[in-house]
Structure formats: structure tokens, C-alpha cells
């Protein structure tokens, strides 16, 4: 083992849901930092009985995994403690939506929980630490959690959009029959909302682009909005909302936000710095590359003006979402 790297922490809150279920044994297992990292686990749940019930369960299979690489695994009640000296926090935990909602129904449920863990993450994490937001609405709560943590950097934060960019490539794949790993340069813009924009202007198969191999009509009524809806028609068929996916898709932005992305293109919605337009500090899906674990939105891309106008509804909508719940963002 004496190649091994020292350990990282890694929080996770709501372990004891469906998304915590299909990630932890993922981290712990060396899926998202590589298998020469070793992880120590810092989980943070809620104290109602039924998920203390359900963590205990899992960290018992945890435990049951003999896990090389995980070197440490802990629960916690208070954010400051489970956040303290965290690399990686994914904060997942927050009530998900039901059949008949949509997700920014959720913002005024979720919206405390961010204010909470921006002011924990701010007291106690890393400086340098990676912050996902997978609970919903996930752009407006990772503006919360960031606006509450002011002396972290702006861009240690993002929101799960990597789900929408998996979702856009396997539909593509499945349309053009070549393999997922063929296809690059998709790109879903703005909000994790049927607003988002799945964008294949720049894409790729095979370093080739995809514009002229595709109709017009199938990419605006099937490819676009069957990608947007996807979470709703997940939730109308399993009767509950994406898990496994979603834990796929966390652990992809992870992994490559923290070993980098080469060329390729992610997507990641992270705080705006005024790249396309979008407002700044406005957290917004970007196409990204990586590099020393800093994410960057592609530069410097032509932007067609249908692309500009659909940019600009989620700009809108963020907008819309981020007025709802100013009075949980610090005044000054
Ligand atoms: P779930 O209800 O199965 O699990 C949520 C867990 O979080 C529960 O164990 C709950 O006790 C815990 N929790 C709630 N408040 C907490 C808090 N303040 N601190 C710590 N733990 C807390 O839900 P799920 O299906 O795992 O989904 C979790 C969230 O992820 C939902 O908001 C859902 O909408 C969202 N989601 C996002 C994406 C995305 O692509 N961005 C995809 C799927 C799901
Ligand atoms: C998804 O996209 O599957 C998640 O955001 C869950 C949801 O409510 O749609």
C-alpha cells in the first residue's frame, strides 16, 4: 500500500435515500477518485428514525463491501461536523419531487436545507472544496449554498446537470446507432428544468460533426424535449424519481472535475463568471473542460441565435427562481 495516496473526506448527505444507495458504494469502491485513492466517508442525515433506521443498514453493508480503498466511514447530525475538512462534499439530501410536481415546486422545501450546509461548508470544509449540488432545484440551491458561504470561492460550487448531458448522448447514440463514447460536444445549457437547452450544434461521432446527419424535425420534437423531460417521465414510470442514474451521472462530473477532462466536453452547471451572457454568479449549465480541478466553460463557441434565445429563457427562469428565495440569501 505504499503507493497509495494520503485519504481524502468526502461527505455525502442524505445517505439513506435512493440517490445515497446507488452512490456510496460506488465512491467507496474507487469509482469516482481512481484506485489508487483511498476515501474516508463522512455522512450526513437527517435524525428521523426511519433514515437513522436505513443508515445504520447501509453503513452495515458498507462495512460488508471490505472496501480497500475506504478508509474511514462515519455519520453525522451536524453539518459543521460532517463538513469539517471535506475535499468532496456531495450534498444530494432533500426531499424529492412527486408525480404531479415539477421540480421548482420544491424550492421553498429545499431552499433552508442550503442555506444550513453553505454556512456549515463555509465554517468548516477544505478551501479547496469540490461542492456538488444534486437536490433539487439543484442550480438555485447551489446559488443558496454559495451565496451562504462567502469565504469560499465562488466556482467550488455546481449543480448535477451531467445527468441531461448522459441522457442527450445515449438518445444520440441510439439514434445514430454508433456507441456513447463516439459522441462528444453535447451540450445542455442553463437549468436542471424542462427549460434546459440540449444543444447539439457543436457535436461530434468519431471527431465528425452530427449536424447534417440528423432532421430537424426529430431533433425539436423528440431529441430536445424528450431529453428535458426525462426526469418526469422516469418519476411516472418507477413511481419515484431517478436514482441510480442520477448517482451514475454525480459521480461522473466528480470524477472528471477532480482527474480532468482532457478535450472532451462536460457538462456542469456552475456559477456564471458572465460567459454567454448569463449573469454573473447565476448557476447555469455550461459546456465544460477540466484541468487541475478547475472547471472552465468552453470558450469563445459562435452561438447561433436560436441557442442564444434558448440560453436566454433559462436566464429568465433563474432568474425567476433566485427572486423566489432572496430571503435566504445574505442581504449584502
Ligand atoms: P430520497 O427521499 O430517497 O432521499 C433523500 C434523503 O435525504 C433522505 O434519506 C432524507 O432523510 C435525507 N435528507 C433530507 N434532508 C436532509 C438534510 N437536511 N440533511 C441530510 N439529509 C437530509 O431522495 P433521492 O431520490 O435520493 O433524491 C434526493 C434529491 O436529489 C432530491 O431533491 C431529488 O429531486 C434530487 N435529484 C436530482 C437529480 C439531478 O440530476 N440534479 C437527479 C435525481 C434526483
Ligand atoms: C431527474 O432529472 O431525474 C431528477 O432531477 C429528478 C426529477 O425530479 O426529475
Redesign the pocket.
Known sequence: MDTMKKPVRVAV????????YSLLFRIASGAMLGADQPVELRL???A?SA?SA??TGTMMELEDCAFPLLEGLSAFRD?VEAFRDADYALL??????APGME?AD?LEA?AR?FV??GRALNASASRDVKVLV???P?NTNAMIAMKNAPELAARNFS???R??QNRAEAQLAKKLGCRVADIDRVAVWGN?SPTMAADVSFATVKGEPVAGKLDAAWLHDEFEPVVAKR?GAILAARG????AS?AS?AIDHMRDWALGSGERWLTMAVPSEGEYGVPEGMVFGFPCRTEGGVARPVADLAISEALRARIERNVAELALEAEAVKAFLPKH
Open positions: 448527505t442524505g445517505p439513506a435515500g435512493q440517490i445515497g450526513l442525515e437527517r428521523e433514515s436505513r443508515l453539518p444530494v439530501g432533500a426531499r424529492p419531487r421540480r420544491l429545499n436545507i444550513e450546509q444534486v437536490g433539487n439543484c449543480a448535477l446537470m445527468l441531461d436542471h426526469g419515484a424519481s431517478s436514482a442520477a451521472a
